[in-house]
Antibody
Framework: VQLVQSGAEVKKPGESLRISCKGSGYSFSSYWISWVRQMPGKGLEWMGK????????NSSPSFQGHVTISVDKSISTAYLQWSSLKASDTAMYYC?????????????WGQGTLVTVSS | QSVLTQPPSASGTPGQRVTISCSGS????????VYWYQQLPGTAPKLLIYRNNQRPSGVPDRFSGSKSGTSASLAISGLRSEDEADYYC???????????FGGGTKLTVL
């Protein structure tokens, strides 16, 4: 199982951004993909998850409306997108394979994408 | 502030046994499985314990998990220098319909 994320990004406040996560070594549509935020020096925060088979999403109330989770199952890739970044979005973002069930946990993690938002 | 409560730090000497606690509520730990993740410095987290007390293949049996009511614990026996890492507990929260994590415990091997 491998989850390979896109590279580090440096953006200005107000800019848009999409980061990616490509899965391999397993049946991509048989597992959900979660996104997890880790702010500098802080703990893990689950943002939401998506079912690649039908693009159904389940998001944390804390992140709903601020980010968009999407997927292109034809290329085994999930995305996390912002339309207008804030300085407070500066963080490491991890994608993670998630067991396909309502309470399905994360088992494998990507290497992380560092997003820096600064004017 | 994290939904699940962990001590911010723990420490032990090589060979010792240490435990890390994780406290929650009836909507998370009280009704759902607990998972533990290990995050070595500068790396992505790794699944350490699943379904309260199960170890994925490759995880040494020095690591064990338990759960009672709305609390859970991770125990590490025969402490080694390479165990120095951040440890996070996690559980599904039925009220939030979200995964919730503890704030993490930084383990130092003295």
């Amino acid at each position: 199982v491998q989850l390979v994320q896109s590279g580090a990004e440096v953006k200005k406040p107000g800019e848009s951004l999409r980061i990616s996560c490509k899965g391999s070594g397993y049946s991509f549509s048989s597992y959900w993909i979660s996104w997890v935020r880790q702010m500098p020096g802080k703990g893990l925060e689950w943002m939401g998850k998506i079912d690649p088979s039908d693009s159904y999403t389940n998001s944390s109330p804390s992140f709903q409306g601020h980010v968009t989770i999407s997927v292109d199952k034809s290329i085994s890739t999930a995305y996390l997108q912002w339309s207008s970044l804030k300085a407070s979005d500066t963080a490491m973002y991890y994608c993670a394979r998630t067991i396909a069930a309502r309470r399905g946990p994360v088992d494998y993690w990507g290497q992380g994408t560092l997003v820096t938002v600064s004017s | 502030q994290s939904v699940l409560t962990q001590p911010p730090s723990a420490s032990g000497t090589p060979g010792q046994r240490v435990t890390i606690s994780c406290s929650g509520s009836s909507s998370d730990i009280g009704t759902n499985y607990v998972y533990w993740y290990q995050q070595l410095p500068g790396t992505a987290p790794k699944l350490l314990i699943y379904r309260n007390n199960q170890r994925p293949s490759g995880v040494p049996d020095r690591f064990s998990g338990s759960k009672s009511g709305t609390s859970a614990s991770l125990a590490i026996s025969g402490l080694r220098s390479e165990d120095e890492a951040d440890y996070y507990c996690a559980a599904w929260d039925d009220s939030l319909t979200s995964w919730v994590f503890g704030g993490g415990t930084k383990l130092t091997v003295l």
